[in-house]
T-cell receptor, first 113, second 114 residues
Framework: AQSVSQHNHHVILSEAASLELGCNYS??????LFWYVQYPGQHLQLLLK??????LVKGIKGFEAEFIKSKFSFNLRKPSVQWSDTAEYFC???????????FGSGTRLQVQP | NAGVTQTPKFQVLKTGQSMTLQCAQD?????MYWYRQDPGMGLRLIYY???????DKGEVPNGYNVSRLNKREFSLRLESAAPSQTSVYFC?????????????FGPGTRLTVL
């Protein structure tokens, strides 16, 4: 069975700081990788996803993620965070050909003005 | 488009009571999902329906049943609620039917079982 680990449970940053959230998965086959965000009081929405091609994926709101196959990682980055990035971030994976997602436990990001 | 809608938004049940959570999508998606979200555990898949007429168990199906009523609607039923089922429940949908499809989530139902 596949699993997803997000090692940072709670991250506090000041505005303009750089962000990197870790995501590692365990699965031996081909995977699709996703980052979702949940802003306070809102439902989950997709930030970005990777399924093939360029391992550096750009998403909405200036976020990007890099797929490193040898490390089973898909870390999320943003060069300069804003107060409005305060949210919970979830990494998710599914095996290629399967639709059901396995989510990590989430990282709560707090950006201080 | 309303996207994915869920009713009710909040519910309090007593142990042993039953209830049905409703979910509907207007994006003509083939696949629909039910997840539960618990603190520190992320989202866990309860059941999903790859297409109308089919349902499959996810990671935590015990204590739940589902019905894919038609292409738009996918309901989740708790026959005899337990305090361990206190959670936030999210419905999602995706289409047209690839594993790379984005899942779109509803606003959630916050359920408390006393």
């Amino acid at each position: 069975a596949q699993s997803v680990s997000q090692h940072n449970h709670h991250v506090i940053l000041s505005e303009a700081a750089s962000l990197e959230l870790g995501c590692n998965y365990s699965y031996g086959g081909t995977v699709n990788l996703f980052w979702y965000v949940q802003y306070p009081g809102q439902h989950l929405q997709l930030l970005l996803k990777y399924f093939s091609g360029d391992p550096l994926v750009k998403g909405i709101k200036g976020f990007e993620a890099e797929f490193i196959k040898s490390k089973f990682s898909f870390n999320l980055r943003k060069p300069s965070v804003q107060w409005s990035d305060t949210a919970e971030y979830f990494c998710a994976v599914n095996a290629a050909g399967r639709r059901a997602l396995t989510f990590g436990s989430g990282t709560r990001l707090q950006v201080q003005p | 488009n309303a996207g994915v809608t869920q009713t009710p938004k909040f519910q309090v049940l007593k142990t042993g009571q039953s209830m049905t959570l409703q979910c509907a999508q207007d994006m003509n998606h083939n696949s629909m999902y039910w997840y539960r979200q618990d603190p520190g555990m992320g989202l866990r898949l309860i059941y999903y329906s790859a297409s109308e007429g089919t349902t499959d168990k996810g990671e935590v199906p015990n204590g739940y049943n589902v019905s894919r009523l038609n292409k738009r609607e996918f309901s989740l039923r708790l026959e005899s609620a337990a305090p361990s089922q206190t959670s936030v429940y999210f419905c999602a949908s995706s289409g047209p039917g690839q594993s790379t499809d984005t899942q779109y989530f509803g606003p959630g139902t916050r359920l408390t079982v006393l």
